[in-house]
């Protein structure tokens, strides 16, 4: 029998013969860690002590009482930048090693996460978002309500009733830990929902390779990446959580062929069921997303399940064609209209655009994080064949989300919900094209062909760039706190016009970015003038008090009409493009000169003013919001 050579008496590995077009020789082929590594922690926790001890220094020294155009990122200390910094610098030593035991990996991912996500929940007194204090509005309406309701008693309203997965699991949450409502924790919800995606893309990217550089360095890239801030108190933020679970699940399984394969897929889509039940009464999009991704991954022999896809199209279909059938019926002719219009779906939509050098830089800064990220997908696409031969079905789920471009705008947001979709495969070709090439082939630790860390040029580059973009993340994502936040003074302002408002009220207001603007919305109206067309701003402007005077007409006794002038809707007006301060504040003191309003309220974040009862001219002519 032959025996394989020798060298001092010692056997010695033979050479792989696998050609390198061998999809089996790619990035899984590393050795599994080497757990000693442990054993010498120095080098690699100090510069994470350090930079969370810099970090928890900075959050006390960031003062956010008055916000410029930069939003959160002028307000932040050089400490900051400089924990952020060491944080990137020591997950790149890390990583760089393949053999390094995959926990520091994680330690310095969740330090990233707590960094990007418990930053403002920290610094501010309050909860961001006006979005996120709508959701509080729909929580408190079905505590108040005790159950769903139609659209003849809730208006526009009535479609998250609909929906209602999410806010009935979060009034479910209110009610069982005794919270006064949702606002008390939803300020920590970003790091709670982004901790929520961890699990399923590690079960993903793990589907593909066993390489913990490329594993890890994709997971940060993600996190860099997902700036779009649809980690805040949404149902997108949980159903994207679900979706990702599914794919993972659906991906991992697939990695077992061989007898019983049939029985074993009809187990797992019973198992999946309330999954995805869950996602489609959560949210509109997450569903046809998930139906698209599964639909690409039965493109391919391994991951064909047509059992999965079947049972989630009649469960899509179930709902929507009994509960959310009111909001499709009016919904689906514009839906229609608009397929194919792809440069309709791109547009973001009046009152979208970036005004100022604040907005304006924060908005390249994000394009040009998405577009690098984006390139370097293509370039790891393109380099890495075999990588690229192995994972298709995750360069297909990262792919397919292109064509919701095609099929509707989703009021004006489709171009940012694709680049989320698109983030999970995008960066783990993005990674790929990032770290150095490494041969990686099957080897015990130490022997001929086992993989090495990278030094000199080739590994400082990439980590430049991975500081670059991880940088990046902090404008892109925080640069609008400005008119995201919303200080005590604004909520009390609104609280009290609330307080007072006799069921059947009216709240008039520029924007609707301020807090509590849908609170009671089953018993106050609210109307935004900013949404309406062109023209009938223009009449405002002309001659504030009486037309607005005209448009508060029309609300019947007993209740009230009222006029809210924020810093909120100031600062969202501005650096959207809408109107000017100067313009607001003269809408405000025309109303202070006028005998049909009177000042009800005023704090340093804004003002109040109710319309008198007066039949000095004809309500008929009032505008019905």
């Given at each position: 029998m032959h025996q394989p050579a020798t060298e001092a008496g010692r056997p010695v590995a033979a050479p792989d013969q696998r050609a390198p077009s061998d999809p089996a020789m790619d990035l899984a082929d590393l050795p599994a860690g080497d757990h000693t590594r442990w054993a010498v922690p120095l080098g690699l926790a100090a510069p994470l002590a350090a930079a969370l001890a810099l970090w928890a220094y900075a959050v006390v020294r960031t003062d956010t009482s008055r916000l410029g155009e930069f939003g959160l990122v002028g307000a932040l200390p050089v400490a900051f930048w400089i924990a952020l910094a060491l944080l990137t610098a020591g997950f790149w030593v890390c990583v760089r090693d393949p053999l390094r035991a995959g926990g520091w990996s994680l330690a310095y991912t969740v330090g990233l996460i707590v960094m990007e996500r418990a930053t403002q929940a920290l610094v501010y007194p309050t909860p961001l978002y006006s979005w996120a204090w709508k959701h509080d509005a729909v929580i408190e309406h079905l505590l108040t309500a005790g159950g769903l309701q139609r659209g003849d008693r809730l208006g526009d309203m009535a479609v998250y009733d609909q929906w209602p997965g999410f806010f009935a699991a979060q009034a479910a949450l209110v009610r069982l830990t005794g919270v006064e409502n949702a606002a008390m924790y939803m300020a920590w919800w970003p790091l709670v929902s982004s901790l929520l995606l961890l699990a399923p893309l590690l079960l993903i990217y793990r589907t593909f390779t066993q390489d913990r550089r490329l594993i890890w360095t994709a997971v940060w890239l993600f996190y860099v990446a997902n700036w779009v801030g649809q980690d805040y108190f949404s149902p997108q933020s949980l159903a994207f959580a679900l979706y990702l679970g599914v794919i993972a699940i659906v991906l991992r399984r697939g990695q077992r062929p061989g007898p019983g394969r049939r029985s074993r897929q009809a187990v797992w889509t019973v198992l999946l069921i309330p999954l995805i039940t869950a996602i489609v009464i959560s949210h509109q999009l997450t569903p046809v997303m998930l139906v698209a991704a599964l639909a690409a991954l039965c493109l391919t022999r391994r991951y064909r399940d047509w059992t999965l896809l079947v049972t989630l199209l009649l469960v899509f279909l179930a709902w929507n064609l009994t509960a959310s059938l009111p909001f499709l019926r009016d919904a689906v002719p514009e839906m229609v209209s608009s397929f194919g219009d792809v440069g309709h779906n791109l547009e973001t939509g009046y009152g979208s655009t970036p005004t100022g050098t604040g907005p304006v830089i924060v908005s390249w800064v994000s394009r040009l994080l998405s577009a690098c990220v984006l390139l370097l997908a293509l370039t790891g696409v393109l380099r890495r064949r075999v990588l690229r031969h192995r994972a298709r079905p995750l360069l297909l789920i990262g792919a397919v989300p292109l064509l919701m471009l095609v099929a509707n705008d989703y009021g004006s947001e489709m171009i940012f919900r694709v680049l989320l979709f698109m983030l999970p495969g995008a960066c783990f070709f993005a990674a790929a094209a990032l770290l150095p090439d490494v041969?990686?082939?099957?080897?015990?630790?130490?022997?001929?062909?086992?993989?090495?860390?990278?030094?000199?040029?080739?590994?400082?580059?990439?980590?430049?760039?991975?500081?670059?973009?991880?940088?990046?993340?902090?404008?892109?994502?925080?640069?609008?706190?400005?008119?995201?936040?919303?200080?005590?003074?604004?909520?009390?302002?609104?609280?009290?016009?609330?307080?007072?408002?006799?069921?059947?009220?009216?709240?008039?207001?520029?924007?609707?970015?301020?807090?509590?603007?849908?609170?009671?919305?089953?018993?106050?109206?609210?109307?935004?003038?900013?949404?309406?067309?062109?023209?009938?701003?223009?009449?405002?402007?002309?001659?504030?008090?009486?037309?607005?005077?005209?448009?508060?007409?029309?609300?019947?006794?007993?209740?009230?009409?009222?006029?809210?002038?924020?810093?909120?809707?100031?600062?969202?007006?501005?650096?959207?493009?809408?109107?000017?301060?100067?313009?607001?504040?003269?809408?405000?003191?025309?109303?202070?000169?006028?005998?049909?309003?009177?000042?009800?309220?005023?704090?340093?974040?804004?003002?109040v003013y109710e319309l008198k009862r007066t039949d000095s001219f004809d309500s008929s002519a009032g505008r019905t919001p």
């Open positions: 041969r990686p082939l099957a080897a015990e630790p130490g022997g001929q062909g086992s993989p090495r860390s990278v030094t000199g040029m080739r590994a400082v580059l990439p980590g430049i760039a991975l500081l670059a973009l991880t940088a990046a993340f902090v404008p892109s994502y925080s640069g609008k706190d400005r008119l995201s936040y919303f200080p005590p003074q604004e909520i009390a302002l609104v609280r009290q016009v609330l307080d007072r408002a006799p069921e059947g009220s009216l709240v008039v207001a520029a924007h609707r970015n301020y807090p509590l603007a849908y609170a009671s919305y089953w018993n106050v109206q609210h109307y935004w003038f900013l949404d309406d067309a062109k023209s009938h701003v223009e009449e405002i402007l002309k001659n504030p008090a009486d037309r607005l005077a005209r448009d508060m007409a029309s609300v019947e006794p007993p209740g009230r009409a009222y006029f809210l002038l924020t810093q909120g809707q100031i600062a969202n007006s501005e650096m959207n493009g809408m109107l000017t301060g100067d313009q607001l504040r003269s809408i405000e003191n025309s109303l202070a000169a006028s005998p049909l309003f009177e000042q009800v309220g005023r704090n340093s974040a804004g003002v």
